[in-house]
Every structure is written in structure tokens, then in C-alpha cells.
């Protein structure tokens, strides 16, 4: 299995990124994804996930209104459109995996990639 992040790069406040999720591996439309953010010295945190068949979304509160998590089943891919974007959005961001259910805490996901990095200059 292979979950593969990219998009990250240095933005100025207000700035957009666009991140992608490349899966393989696994029958990817029967899981669901979420992204994670981890800035140093803090764990993981939940940012957006998106249901298997992308019916359903769910956004933490620091992050809804300016990022869209959305996924192509037939690219095996998951986006996170980050928009608005703050200093405090800056960190490694994680996409993660979840056969048919998952929730905001990172132990329900099985499968992660190995990061990005965003950072969002002030």
C-alpha cells in the first residue's frame, strides 16, 4: 500500500495551496481519507476527511469555510484545496486511509503517507 502527498511548498497568508493523495495498493474506493496536520512538536491533528464515496465531509473547526477535501475514485486520489491559508496552518500534512469508516482521531486510520510540507508565511 502506498499513499503519496504532494502539492506542499511556502505560501504568503491569504495564499492557496492545492494538495494531492496518490493511492495504491488498495481498492481505494472503498475507503475513506482524511488529512491530518502535524506542526513540531504536536500530534497529529485531524484536518478534513471524506467518506468512500465521497457522500460525506467533515472539516475541523480551524479549517472549514477555507479548505475543500474532495477525492476521484477513478485517479485513486484525494485533494485538499487549501484557501485563506494562515501561519498557524503551517505544518506536515498527512493523507490517511480507512476501509468503509472512519473519524477524526488518527489511530482509526491503518495506511499514511509520508507528508508534505506547508508553510504559510506571515
Known amino acids: 500500500v502506498q499513499l503519496v502527498e504532494s502539492g506542499g511548498g511556502l505560501v504568503q497568508a491569504g495564499g492557496s495551496l492545492r494538495l494531492s493523495c496518490a493511492v495504491s495498493g488498495l481498492t481505494f474506493s472503498t475507503y475513506d481519507m482524511g488529512w491530518f496536520r502535524q506542526a513540531p512538536g504536536t500530534e497529529r491533528e485531524f484536518t478534513a476527511r471524506i467518506s468512500w464515496n465521497g457522500g460525506t465531509t467533515d472539516y475541523a473547526d480551524s479549517v472549514k469555510g477555507r479548505f475543500t477535501i474532495s477525492r476521484d475514485n477513478a485517479k485513486n486520489t484525494v485533494y485538499l484545496q487549501m484557501s485563506s491559508l494562515k501561519p498557524e496552518d503551517t505544518g506536515v500534512f498527512y493523507c490517511?486511509?480507512?476501509?468503509?469508516?472512519?473519524?477524526?482521531?488518527?489511530?482509526?486510520?491503518?495506511?499514511w503517507g509520508q507528508g508534505t510540507q506547508v508553510t504559510v508565511s506571515s
Open positions: 490517511a486511509a480507512s476501509q468503509f469508516y472512519s473519524s477524526r482521531l488518527a489511530a482509526q486510520y491503518p495506511y
